[in-house]
Every structure is written in structure tokens, then in C-alpha cells.
């Protein structure tokens, strides 16, 4: 259980409103009634730009409020991350927001001839991602290469660990989404 939470809305929609930003507030809601501090970073909000090669991503300077996150990346101990699926991944904006955050010399350490090194290990995290079909489809069928891939690839690499992940399928149902906003808040107020 942690005391010291980071929650990266990742919804792409700067004017709020979807089921990922309502997931989101009952998870803020019940870790702040437990006691536990929570800082968050809204995507949508940032000003992101793209990487448009590795020169880029290995020494282009990480603007002000890239940096702001980067810090609280740093101070937390668990980050939760909340996402839709589209088309059966992460939004852009996401990836873009970790491409630009977890550079070389803050999420790793990258030297010729050697494997990475983890710099954000001691962190766990918790990835939870909503879809419009079953969750069980999304693994089995295709495999749920996406959330494998920001779990394994992104947060892994970078020396999270545990990461946990939760697929809240056909959001479009009231009665889900209810038990989904429920979850979510037993997981806030646990820390987890």
C-alpha cells in the first residue's frame, strides 16, 4: 500500500468529461479520505511535442511542465495510469507524454554495449485501461499486446514493479460502469 500516489489521466480530450476522467476522481477521491497524498498529471492539459527521431529523444531538451512531471514521477511510489483503448493500445498523446518523460539519464540509463538500467525502480504501478468490447476478448483474442506493451515496455523497462493492470471492458453499460467506479475507489483508498 502507498502513501505517496501519482495518477497520469491519460485521456487525450482536454475538455474532460469521459468515463477515464470519472475513474480517475474516484480514485483521487478515496486515497485523499485514506490519508494518502496524490499529485496529479492530466495529459491532455500539456503541451507535448513529438519526437521525430532518437537524436531528438536522446538529447533534445524536456520542456517546463515535462519536467514538473518528470518530479512527480520522482516523489511518488506508485503511479497509477489511466487510459481508454484505441485501437487496441494507448492514445498518442500518451505515448507521446512518455516518450518526452522518460528520457535517457531519468527513467534509464543507456550506455554503448550495455543493457539499459532501470533508474525508477522501488515504484510499483497500476495501469487502468477501459475498451468498448469484453476485457476477456481484448486479452484473448488479440492478445492485449497494447497494455502488454505499456506494462512490460514502457513502465517495466524503466524499473516499476509490480505493475498491475486493470481492463474495465464494455464501458458503454451502466451497471459496469458503476462497478467500475466502485473498484476504483477500493483500489485509491488501498493504495494499490
Not at 481508454?84 to 507524454?97: C, N, Q, Y
Not at 538500467?117 to 468490447?133: K, N
Amino acid at each position: 500500500m502507498s502513501s505517496r500516489i501519482t495518477l497520469i489521466q491519460g485521456h487525450p480530450d482536454p475538455a474532460g468529461g469521459h468515463f477515464c476522467h470519472a475513474l480517475a476522481d474516484a480514485y483521487a477521491a478515496a486515497a485523499a479520505a485514506a490519508g494518502r497524498e496524490l499529485r496529479r498529471i492530466d495529459v491532455a492539459q500539456l503541451p507535448i511535442a513529438w519526437l521525430a527521431n532518437e537524436q531528438a529523444f536522446q538529447s533534445d531538451p524536456v520542456s517546463e511542465p515535462l519536467l514538473m512531471a518528470q518530479e512527480q514521477i520522482r516523489w511518488a511510489d506508485h503511479v497509477v495510469v489511466v487510459h481508454p483503448l484505441w485501437f487496441g493500445m494507448m492514445p498518442a498523446r500518451l505515448k507521446a507524454f512518455f516518450e518526452q518523460v522518460l528520457r535517457p539519464g531519468f527513467s534509464h540509463r543507456a550506455e554503448p554495449r550495455r543493457f539499459p538500467e532501470a533508474l525508477l525502480g522501488g515504484r510499483s504501478a497500476h495501469v487502468v485501461v477501459t475498451m468498448a468490447m469484453p476485457a476477456p476478448v481484448y486479452r484473448w483474442w488479440y492478445g492485449g499486446h497494447g497494455t502488454r506493451a505499456l506494462r512490460r515496455s514502457i513502465l517495466g523497462f524503466c524499473g516499476f514493479a509490480p505493475v498491475r493492470e486493470t481492463r474495465i471492458g464494455l464501458v458503454s453499460v451502466p451497471a459496469v460502469r458503476e462497478r467500475a467506479l466502485q473498484r476504483l475507489a477500493r483500489l485509491g483508498a488501498q493504495g494499490r
